[in-house]
């Protein structure tokens, strides 16, 4: 049976409809630094490497920050490191505290953990995530624009963690052809995946639904209910991991009601994707 090895990584969120946040280099990180007293060379190196994980650590889930990429470029946390400027020290107990600012470059870890992942993951191409989740608005219509915007993210998601994906816009066209309840709509799709995609290793089969967008003096109040499950496929659909959250959020009025719904299925969506992600990783590690 196929699995999908250890590769993980996170997102920085590149999702162009939802302005995206890019880390330049070099970046200065606030750290402080600990060694024994006198020992200044020692504080340095240990506030080099906080700040180099806690670059990391805004790449990293949270299951992510203990495994093979990260122990490597931890070994070698000088490559990415700059200038060291000290503001202040300390000296207490026999130990000395090295307040600092660290430069660190942040595209060189970002290229440096996407590259591990991706020798990792060379030998299993052939390993497919699909994503049949559809997207159903407050009168219990299923939104097809919505569907693609909540796909492009688990995409983005699950391939920075070094999955291959599959978005078939076959995908799209069944899940935009089922309104029934929960229970019924995973069931069938399930067994639409089982008998037809034969590539697919695993699914992502499940629905955000839109509960309500209540319009107030100064915003919009949108609440979304999220059930999803990772199915893997090889075993005929045996539940891998399943999502459930009552979703909400709310968005300044000047915003517009749909731009406050596509901010809460993206953070539906993030949420999810994340967390279906590492679960998935974690199991076909078993």
Known sequence: M???IKAMLCTLLAFACFMPQVMAAPVPVKVRGTAAAGDTAHAQQDAQKKAVYRVLSTLLDNSDKDNEVVNKIMSHYQEYTGKVAVNKKVTEANKLYLNATVMVDADKLRDAVHDGVAKEQKAHRDDVSAFLIRVVDENGKVVPEDNIMVQKVYDTTFKNRGFSTDTADDFNTWVLGHNEPY?????????????????????????VRIIK????????????KV??????????????????????????KDAGR???????????????????AEQTLAYWHK
């Open 2 to 4: 196929k699995r999908i």
């Open 183 to 207: 229970a019924d709509f995973v069931q069938q799709t399930a067994a639409k995946a089982q008998s037809d995609y034969m590539s697919v290793t695993m699914a992502v089969i499940g629905e």
């Open 213 to 224: 967008c209540q319009e107030t003096a100064e915003a919009f109040n949108v609440e979304a």
């Open 227 to 252: 059930q999803l499950k990772a199915l893997d496929m090889c075993k005929e659909g045996k539940v891998v991991a399943n999502f459930a959250e009552d979703c909400t959020l709310a968005v300044v």
């Open 258 to 276: 749909k731009q406050a719904i596509n901010q809460l299925l993206y953070k539906a969506a993030m949420n999810s994707s994340g967390y279906l």
